[in-house]
């Protein structure tokens, strides 16, 4: 065996010392492409956080660099506009500029089920040919790889490019050969190696000389990225780099949870799982320590509140092993004796998630040395309260404390055992509402921390010494400013009554373009507010400030509408005095809008104005929440509330946007305490449409 692994280890050293004496003729034969960055990603059609992370990445770079030219090293058969819809359509994402593809065949050398013995060392050897078929074809002056094939760099730094990398996970960390020589049985070290010593020091070896090439190869990259705290500690012991890597959060999508109300209806108390049905996620684990919570249950409401809970294990079959692993799972759960318990939600679409997490009181993760845990992040960006494994990411990073003016607030519960997932899983499901909604509102604060806003102004701040050199190759003699994007930011203007339990929070936003602060401050003091604290541009790249308002005398959120009116029009009266450029966005700052509030004009669809409005339930079931989308005007909210109080619908919180022209508001309402039925629904679009529609609300 100890023969076996020589070889393969001489053989791929020899693979990457073939390619490079290849490439060395191919250098002279293929010219390098000024004014060009080309990511290495050959499965750049797929769904997952990798495929995020490169599509916001590409979006940050067109807008930055608009003159550097933009292509993808992908797998044959797909097509430059067929990748650009897929961003649009999973993810959400509408990219500024067309980009390229160059197209690989042999993309099937890095398929992990093409090796069933020495996979690490064997796709290693594929993806370094794989990186000599991309370099052949065309070479960029900026190669940039996001999918962690390390084997590439030393070929794409012979061919004359330099070399950035965001990696997700090292391939082979210290955690996997420590549990090598602790003969642990795991997923990636079967029992027939642990348990054998002979076995087990060959595994090492083959660890450690794998360990010595894959350092070797990372020391070829210029710019390194990495997602958490714990793979950057990885690399950083691993390659044979004196830089230390700069560690980007990768972009999640939370926005759309982080609308989610922090309420929940207790007397539906369940958990959720989200995680795709493979083994390393050890669902087991959550099944076991769910049964034994139950089977702990006193008789007491504390314990009648565990035994009437669920569990709804949500997430994705990808083919025949993923489901056998879910009928495995669910034959465990009848084992256990709690299928009645568990529901198995597979293959959901987002809004059903959406739906699922807006329900939920926490959030199971059992995932060993996660690299990062999206996941987890979700859980708390919808307000529920994360349990996750006490391991990698979701330790380093995510489920840690903040700081607030008690002292520490936890954001969520770590554990390993099966003991410990229980005694975490019977908190949650008894802590008082008034406990859950002080962690729940701290862990959603923290989500905020892996925005794509975020992760756009680390990204863009690491690659800035290659991406400037690429814009300058790409427009000689053009200086930073002149290269830079001419487009007027659109003004954002949001106040958020939702999502922080103690305070209204106000957010401002105008690219990089805001300036002038401290009127801002005197403004809205002058209005009888407190700002508890705040958050400004610039810090931790931030784009956006933030305040964080309430009454100077009761020390209580702002909740009368008249007030957020106030502070909404006090603030785009600044933004129009300080910013003039701002005025042609701003609805406010637009003549033409004069005849839009023309009361006398009779309705007609010549003077109608576009607006949108929805009306749906809220997870919870607590309330109904209306959407409203049209043009932005003085006095706008007040009316909106005056309309509805016509028709007795009372308004007990609202989210307030202003982004350029239009107000996107959403309002949460009851009609005598209770959410919205069908007639009262149609009631209420009809009379916000004939009024805004027409533009003539009444005063």
């Given amino acids: 065996m100890a023969a076996w692994v020589a070889l393969l280890v001489a053989l791929l050293a020899v693979a990457i010392g073939a390619a490079l004496a290849l490439l060395r003729v191919l250098r002279h034969a ?5 004014g060009t960055i080309g990511f290495f990603h050959p499965f750049a059609d797929g769904g997952g956080g990798g495929e995020r992370v490169l599509w916001v990445a590409i979006q940050a770079l067109q807008v930055a660099y608009p003159s550097v030219k933009l292509f993808i090293y992908v797998r044959e058969g797909v097509s430059a506009a067929q990748l650009q819809q897929h961003a649009a359509d999973h993810f959400n994402i509408v990219l500024p500029q067309p980009f390229e593809v160059v197209p690989l065949k042999r993309t099937h ?3 992990p089920e093409r090796y069933r013995r020495f996979t ?33 760099f030393p070929l794409a730094k012979l061919a004359g490019c330099k070399v950035a990398c965001y990696v997700h996970y090292p391939t082979v960390s210290t955690d996997m050969l420590g549990r090598v020589l602790s003969r642990q049985a795991t997923i990636t070290n079967d029992e027939a ?11 090492v070896a083959y660890y450690q000389a794998f360990a010595l090439v894959y350092g070797f190869c990372g020391a070829f990259a210029d710019v390194v990225m990495v997602n958490s705290s714990w793979t950057r500690d990885h690399i950083q012991s691993l390659w044979w780099s004196r830089q230390r890597p700069a560690r980007v959060y990768p972009p999640c999508d939370t926005e759309e949870l982080q609308r989610l109300p922090l309420d929940r209806r207790l007397k539906h108390l369940y958990l959720v799982s989200v995680a795709q049905f493979r083994p390393e996620k050890n669902q087991r684990l959550q099944l076991e320590a769910y049964a034994m919570a139950r089977q702990q249950a006193g008789p007491d409401d504390a314990g009648r509140a565990v035994r009437v809970s669920k569990l709804k294990m949500v997430g994705s079959v990808r083919g025949k092993d993923d489901q056998r692993l879910l009928e495995e799972l669910q034959d465990y759960a009848r084992e256990l004796g709690i299928e009645s318990s568990v529901e198995w939600c597979v293959n959901v679409p987002f809004t059903e998630l959406r739906a699922l997490l807006g329900g939920a009181v926490g959030g199971l993760h059992s995932m060993t040395d996660e690299h990062f845990g999206i996941s987890v992040v979700e859980y708390m960006a919808a307000g529920v309260i994360p349990i996750a494994h006490n391991s990698g990411g979701p330790r380093a990073d995510i489920v840690v404390p903040l700081e607030g003016r008690d002292g520490p607030q936890i954001t969520g519960y770590l554990a390993e055992t099966p003991e410990e997932y229980c005694d975490a899983i019977t908190r949650v499901l008894v802590m008082p509402q008034v406990e859950r909604l002080r962690i729940a509102a701290a862990a959603q604060r923290h989500a905020a921390k892996f925005s794509g806003e975020n992760f756009t102004a680390g990204f863009l701040d690491a690659m ?4 400037e050199a690429a814009a300058a190759a790409a427009a000689p003699g053009a200086t930073t400013a002149e290269r830079a994007p001419t487009t007027v930011p659109t003004p954002v203007v949001r106040i958020d009554n939702i999502h922080d339990p103690f305070a209204t929070v106000v957010t401002v936003e105008f690219g990089d373009r805001l300036g002038e602060l401290l009127d801002t401050v005197t403004a809205l003091k002058n209005l009888g507010l407190n700002i508890t604290r705040a958050k400004l541009a610039g810090a931790a790249g931030r784009t956006a400030n933030t305040f964080f308002v309430t009454n100077a005398q009761t020390s209580d959120k702002i909740t009368r509408i008249a007030q957020i009116e106030d502070i909404r029009m006090t603030i785009i009266k600044n933004l129009l005095y300080y910013h003039p450029e701002s005025s042609e966005a701003l609805a406010m700052g637009r003549a033409a809008s004069a005849a839009a509030n023309d009361a006398a004009a009779p309705m007609s669809p010549r003077n109608m104005v576009p607006t949108t409005i929805e009306v749906t339930e809220a997870p919870n079931g607590s309330c109904s929440i209306c959407y409203i989308e049209t043009p932005d005007r003085p006095g706008l909210l007040v009316d909106i509330v005056r309309t509805l109080k016509d028709i007795n619908v009372n308004v007990a919180s609202a989210e307030i946007d ?5 107000a996107k508001d959403e309002l949460f309402i009851t ?3 209770e959410p919205l039925d069908g007639p009262m629904v149609q009631l209420v679009t009809d009379a916000l449409k004939y009024h805004l529609a027409s533009g003539e609300l009444a005063k």
Avoid: C, H
């Fill in 30 to 34: 293929l010219a390098l492409e000024p």
């Fill in 109 to 111: 050398l890095v398929r």
């Fill in 120 to 152: 690490m060392i064997r796709q290693a050897a594929g993806s370094a040919l794989l990186g000599w078929e991309a370099l052949s074809l065309r070479v960029p002056q900026v190669f940039v790889d996001t999918t962690g094939w390390a084997f590439t």
């Fill in 193 to 203: 190696i642990a348990n054998n010593s002979l076995r087990s020091m060959v595994k």
């Fill in 464 to 467: 800035a010494p290659v991406a």
């Fill in 658 to 662: 202003t982004i350029g022209a239009m």
């Fill in 671 to 673: 009609y005598e305490g």
